[in-house]
Nanobody
Framework: VQLQASGGGLVQAGGSLRLSCAASGRTFSSSVMGWFRQAPGKEREFVAAIRWGVGSTYYADSVKGRFTISRDKAKDTAYLQMNGLKPEDTAVYYC???????????????WGQGTQVTVSS
């Protein structure tokens, strides 16, 4: 299983970006796709997750109402639409696949390479 994250970039505060995570290899309906982020000097933190089969979504309080996670099952691709970006959203964003919804990175088995998101004030 390989995950390829893309879509990061530099954006002004208040702007939007959409991240993509393309999965190769079979994606089981029981799996979970998550997005995490890691800022310099900080631990990797949970952002959002989606149950691949039913589409249930979960968000960190810090992004609720601004970010939307979705998936295209036909393309085996997950997305993170980020609106109302703030400087504190600046981080490397990672997609990950696991078997259950969790805010802990330890519960995810496969990781993408990360994509940099920088929000200027």
């Amino acid at each position: 299983v390989q995950l390829q994250a893309s879509g990061g970039g530099l954006v002004q505060a208040g702007g939007s970006l959409r991240l993509s995570c393309a999965a190769s290899g079979r994606t089981f309906s029981s799996s979970v796709m998550g997005w995490f982020r890691q800022a310099p000097g900080k631990e990797r933190e949970f952002v959002a997750a989606i149950r691949w089969g039913v589409g249930s979504t979960y968000y960190a309080d810090s992004v609720k109402g601004r970010f939307t996670i979705s998936r295209d099952k036909a393309k085996d691709t997950a997305y993170l639409q980020m609106n109302g970006l703030k400087p504190e959203d600046t981080a490397v964003y990672y997609c990950a696949r696991g078997s259950s919804v969790s805010v802990s990175p330890m519960q995810y088995n496969y990781w993408g390479q990360g994509t940099q998101v920088t929000v200027s004030s």
